[in-house]
Structures are given as C-alpha cells and as structure tokens.
C-alpha cells in the first residue's frame, strides 16, 4: 500500500442496509458516506443497487379518463 491508500474496509450487512436505508429516506450521498468513513462511489454503488432489487411502485401521472 501507498502512503496516500487507506486499508480496505468492510461492513456488515446490517451497518450497509442501514447506511443505504439513510439514503434512500432522506439523507444525501456524500454526507452519509462521510459519516460512515466510506468511499462515496461505495455507496453510490449500493444504493443504486437497492433501487434495482427494490423498485419503486409507479404512481399514475393522472387520474382515470373519463
């Protein structure tokens, strides 16, 4: 490892659920990463991924045509 490269982290599957539920919520990217010492792409990544496994419900642009 260079002087500039941190070790490599790992978290839980409970501490990334809960830090990608944040995110999801309401909390901002960089923020969150920032408070969870994690690379903000990491998160990204994961959070992206949860909107793939876990898609919104799609919600009528408008109401029945009568």
């Known amino acids: ?13 409970e ?5 990608v ?4 919520e309401d909390r901002s990217i960089v923020p969150a990463a920032r408070e ?8 990204n990544n994961w959070v992206t991924m949860c909107k793939h496994a876990h898609p919104a419900p799609e919600v009528p642009l408008s109401g029945p045509v009568a």
Do not use: A, H, K, Y
């Open 21 to 24: 539920r944040m995110v999801m």
């Open 1 to 13: 490892m260079g002087p500039l490269t941190r070790p490599r982290r790992s978290f839980s599957p």
């Open 15 to 19: 501490v990334g659920q809960e830090i």
């Open 36 to 43: 969870s010492d994690m690379n903000t792409g990491t998160l």
